[in-house]
Every structure is written in structure tokens, then in C-alpha cells.
């Protein structure tokens, strides 16, 4: 029986370790001790394990570890489909609008007009110039590391290339006022 029982202990410890470092992985609360300091218990109340006193079988630990395995595969996967639909929705740099109050641009103003603010807004990628994929790389390669206050931006911003005309506004206190240069007319990568 010799044999039997160190292997058992093995399996069970082997177990203990793949249980914590799941639950440490997926956020699962392990911290709670259970009477002999097992953590049977919680497998059973997840569902994984079977409801008896006793060590586990080799087949039962196999099937315990292949669930855990299978949910981390699911989860991995469900990961990766979320990356992948996230790089999709990237849009290129577009002009996009708002419907906000005046009070809402953040400049100051205290008025109920509403207005549309134009903005731009999306991905530059496509327009990046040589100067571009230098500067990334050197940043990469940690060759501007001495510059560390200089922060060199290795992209094109999608920023606006032209405004709209100036918009005037009556404010809460029947004052008109006029802002220029605030809501965009055209965008482009610079």
C-alpha cells in the first residue's frame, strides 16, 4: 500500500497546485480553509468533484484536471475572439459628431443650448511614413532611453485639418458669446 499511498499524496498535491493556480487565474476565492486544510470541499460545491469521502481515483483526477483544462481552452478562446472583433471595430480616422450642450464642451460657458460638436476620432496606421516606423522602432530598442522626458510619438494623430465657422451662443444670463476654432470641419492623419 506503500506505493499506492505516495502516489495519491502526488496526485493530491498535484491537484491542490492546478486548483490554486485556476483559481488564482480566473479570481475564484481560495483563501478559506477547510477543515484538514483541503480544498475538496470547494471542488465539490464547483461541481467537479463527486460527493464521497476518500482519495481520488487516477480516472477521477484525470477528469477533474481535463474540466479545468477544457474551461481554461474555453476561456482563452472566448479571449481571443474578443481581441480579434476589438482589431476589427478600429476605424480609420473619420470625423464623428455629438449632440452636447454648451455646458458640456468644458470651456466654462453655463448654457442649455444644445449644439453638435464635430470631432475626429480613429486609427492613423495606414499613414505612417518611414519617420514613423524609425521612430517606433528606436523606441522599441530602447535607443531613446537618455531622452526620458521626450515623448516621441511613433503614429500620426488623427487631429483636425480644418474648422467649422465660428459658433455664437446666448449663455443662462442672456449674454451672447462666439467660439472659434472648436468643432471640426475636416480630419486627417498628421
Same mark, same amino acid.
Given at each position: 500500500?506503500?506505493?499506492?499511498?505516495?502516489?495519491?499524496? *502526488?496526485?493530491?498535491?498535484?491537484?491542490?497546485?492546478?486548483? =490554486?493556480?485556476?483559481?488564482?487565474?480566473?479570481?475564484?476565492?481560495?483563501?478559506?480553509?477547510?477543515?484538514?486544510?483541503?480544498? *475538496?470541499?470547494?471542488?465539490? @460545491?464547483?461541481?467537479?468533484?463527486?460527493? &464521497?469521502?476518500?482519495?481520488?481515483?487516477?480516472?477521477?483526477?484525470?477528469?477533474?484536471?481535463?474540466?479545468?483544462?477544457?474551461?481554461?481552452?474555453?476561456?482563452? /478562446?472566448?479571449?481571443?475572439? &474578443?481581441?480579434? @472583433?476589438?482589431?476589427? @471595430?478600429?476605424?480609420?480616422?473619420?470625423?464623428?459628431?455629438?449632440?452636447?450642450?454648451?455646458?458640456?464642451?468644458?470651456?466654462?460657458?453655463?448654457?442649455?443650448?444644445?449644439?453638435?460638436?464635430?470631432?475626429?476620432?480613429?486609427?492613423?496606421?495606414?499613414?505612417?511614413?518611414?519617420?514613423?516606423?524609425?521612430?517606433? *522602432?528606436?523606441? =522599441?530598442?530602447?535607443?531613446?532611453?537618455?531622452?526620458?522626458?521626450?515623448? /516621441?510619438?511613433?503614429?500620426?494623430?488623427? &487631429?483636425?485639418?480644418?474648422?467649422?465657422?465660428?459658433?455664437?451662443?446666448?449663455?443662462?444670463?442672456?449674454?451672447?458669446?462666439?467660439?472659434?476654432? *472648436?468643432? /471640426?470641419?475636416?480630419?486627417?492623419?498628421?
Amino acid at each position: 500500500t506503500q506505493p499506492y499511498l505516495s502516489t495519491a499524496m *502526488f496526485c493530491r498535491c498535484c491537484l491542490s497546485l492546478l486548483f =490554486r493556480y485556476y483559481s488564482l487565474r480566473h479570481g475564484l476565492l481560495i483563501g478559506v480553509v477547510h477543515r484538514g486544510g483541503s480544498l *475538496f470541499p470547494l471542488l465539490r @460545491r464547483g461541481g467537479l468533484l463527486p460527493r &464521497r469521502g476518500g482519495l481520488l481515483s487516477e480516472g477521477e483526477l484525470k477528469q477533474v484536471i481535463g474540466t479545468l483544462v477544457d474551461r481554461k481552452a474555453r476561456r482563452d /478562446a472566448q479571449q481571443s475572439k &474578443r481581441t480579434k @472583433r476589438a482589431k476589427k @471595430r478600429a476605424k480609420p480616422c473619420s470625423l464623428r459628431e455629438v449632440e452636447v450642450t454648451v455646458s458640456q464642451l468644458g470651456l466654462g460657458y453655463v448654457s442649455d443650448e444644445t449644439i453638435v460638436f464635430h470631432y475626429c476620432s480613429g486609427k492613423c496606421t495606414t499613414s505612417r511614413k518611414n519617420y514613423d516606423l524609425t521612430l517606433a *522602432f528606436m523606441k =522599441r530598442s530602447r535607443l531613446l532611453t537618455k531622452y526620458k522626458k521626450d515623448k /516621441a510619438r511613433h503614429s500620426p494623430c488623427c &487631429r483636425p485639418t480644418a474648422y467649422e465657422e465660428d459658433i455664437s451662443f446666448l449663455d443662462n444670463f442672456n449674454k451672447y458669446h462666439t467660439i472659434q476654432e *472648436f468643432s /471640426a470641419k475636416a480630419c486627417g492623419c498628421i
